[in-house]
């Protein structure tokens, strides 16, 4: 079956760290990948997404995403986390016709 | 402004009596879904619709029902809530199921079942 797995359950860096989450990926064949952002309190945000093309993905706020196929990767990067970055974020990925899969989520605290 | 919007925000019942969960998307998408949203397990899909009066289950439909009469709107219904429905629920729309497509999100409705 497909799947997406995050294996950083909870992340706390301090502001001007670089960040990297990672999501891996259960796919053969086709993909498209995405990161989403859900601030505090908040309704779920598009950080980023992966249909086809460029492997390095940029997306809003400063972040980018490489996808690795060969690692089934797509992991989050940031070079530079603010406070303002304290979240959870998810990854999440289909391919053909199949549903939208999501990861079970990494919270990031971003001490200041 | 292309948005999901969910009713209500927040909603607090008791163990039985009946709810409904509005959702209404204006960028006329065919796919409409439901998910829930639990510490450590992600976001589950609860129910999806490919289009108007067409509808199936996801990976946690029990408890639940929805409807798509009209386009726009796909309400959640849950008959009888049970305090393991409480949760976050969120509601989403995109263009269709699968490749490049993507998903937009309601804000969320807050449900706790007493």
């Known amino acids: 079956a497909q799947s997406v797995s995050q294996h950083n359950h909870h992340v706390i860096l301090s502001e001007a760290a670089s960040l990297e989450l990672g999501c891996n990926y259960s796919y053969g064949g086709t993909v498209n990948l995405f990161w989403y952002v859900q601030y505090p309190g908040q309704h779920l945000q598009l950080l980023l997404k992966y249909f086809s093309g460029d492997p390095l993905v940029k997306g809003i706020k400063g972040f980018e995403a490489e996808f690795i196929k060969s690692k089934f990767s797509f992991n989050l990067r940031k070079p530079s986390v603010q406070w303002s970055d304290t979240a959870e974020y998810f990854c999440a990925g289909n391919t053909g016709f199949q549903k939208l899969v999501f990861g079970t989520g990494t919270r990031l605290l971003v001490s200041p | 402004e292309a948005q999901v919007t969910q009713n209500p925000r927040y909603l607090i019942t008791v163990t039985g009596k009946k709810l409904t969960v509005t959702c209404s998307q204006n960028?006329?998408?065919?796919?409409m879904s439901w998910y829930r949203q639990d510490p450590g397990l992600g976001l589950r899909q609860i129910y999806y619709s490919m289009n108007v009066e067409v509808t199936d289950k996801g990976d946690v439909p029990e408890g639940y029902k929805v409807s798509r009469k009209e386009k726009r709107n796909f309400p959640l219904i849950l008959e009888s809530p049970s305090p393991n429905q409480t949760s976050l629920y969120f509601c989403a729309s995109s263009l269709g199921q699968g490749l490049n497509t993507e998903a937009f999100f309601g804000q969320g409705t807050r449900l706790t079942v007493v």
């Open positions: 960028m006329n998408h065919e796919y």
